[in-house]
């Protein structure tokens, strides 16, 4: 899921990719919802309440606000840097990196939650900051390693998607076109993952509380360990191209020989 990017990448990868990540998104929106009354997947509604703010003079809310959009685009930008700059040998860990940041700040958020929170202002407006550059983290991964393809962690754009996808499939000839009918399977697996994650987060809250963030981050943790034998063992990976290359060569060899003997009988 992680190791190829852009035109390496199979349907089968983003679906697996933007279907994990998209149920851990509408698990932590639905979980931010109900704990902090406010949206971190995504900041749309906190530009709308940015210039609400603004056009009242509440310079300390609006100021909360933009540092909270900030770190949404920081996360972004974190992610990419990282992508950009990890390649060759290091290439998977620089796509490993940005969610393994983002397992870390939803375990603090958690074991905040669990142990020190006082449900004070300070410690709310902090939180939803930390989930924010979470959430940018991962929405900047999946966008980056899979050319904008694969967007988990807010579904205006894909709603808009589908919609264009839908009114093109009335007509026959692209119903029969396989890289929309491709698109449209990756759209509504991230569609329903992100409704299911929320769906499930919201039914289990009631129970575990604040182990919503431990689950998250397992599911995260999928992600990284799919094929995570690709680093952690480079070693049988070579022996195993040494041994079928030189087994080709035999079999090569094999053959000549046959067919050298069938030219002298």
């Known amino acids: 899921m992680l190791k190829n990017k852009h035109d390496k ?25 109900v704990i902090f009354f406010s949206f971190t997947s995504n900041v749309t509604g906190h530009y709308a309440i940015l210039a609400h703010e603004l056009s009242k003079g509440n310079w300390y809310q609006a100021a909360i606000v933009l540092a909270w959009i900030f770190l949404f685009f920081f996360g972004n930008f974190i992610s990419n840097i990282l992508i950009i700059n990890m390649q060759g040998s290091r290439k998977y860990l620089g796509h ?67 919609g264009i996808l839908f009114s093109l499939f009335t007509k026959k000839i692209h119903r029969e076109d396989k890289e929309l009918t ?25 129970e575990i509380q604040n182990t919503v963030f431990y689950i998250v981050s397992a599911v995260l943790g999928i992600i990284l360990i799919y094929d995570y034998h690709a680093i952690r063992f480079p070693g049988v990976l070579i022996v195993e191209h040494l ?7 035999k079999v090569e060899g094999v053959q000549e020989n046959i067919d050298d003997r069938r030219k002298s009988a």
């Open 9 to 33: 990448r199979s349907i089968s990868d983003n679906i697996k990719l933007g279907s994990l990540t998209a149920f851990s998104a509408g698990m932590v929106n639905v979980t931010s919802v």
């Open 96 to 162: 490993a990196l940005p969610l393994i940041l983002e397992i870390i700040c939803l375990l603090m958020v958690g074991t905040y939650l669990e142990y020190q929170y006082a449900e004070t202002l300070q410690e709310t407006e902090a939180l939803v900051a930390l989930m924010l550059f979470a959430m940018g983290l991962q929405n900047g991964l999946t966008a980056s390693i899979s050319n904008s393809a694969v967007k988990t962690t807010h579904l205006t754009g894909l709603t808009t998607d589908l």
């Open 243 to 249: 041994y079928l290359r030189r087994r080709s060569k």
């Open 182 to 206: 491709n698109k449209a399977q990756l759209l509504l697996a991230i569609l329903f993952s992100y409704l299911i994650g929320g769906i499930f987060a919201g039914l289990v809250f009631l």
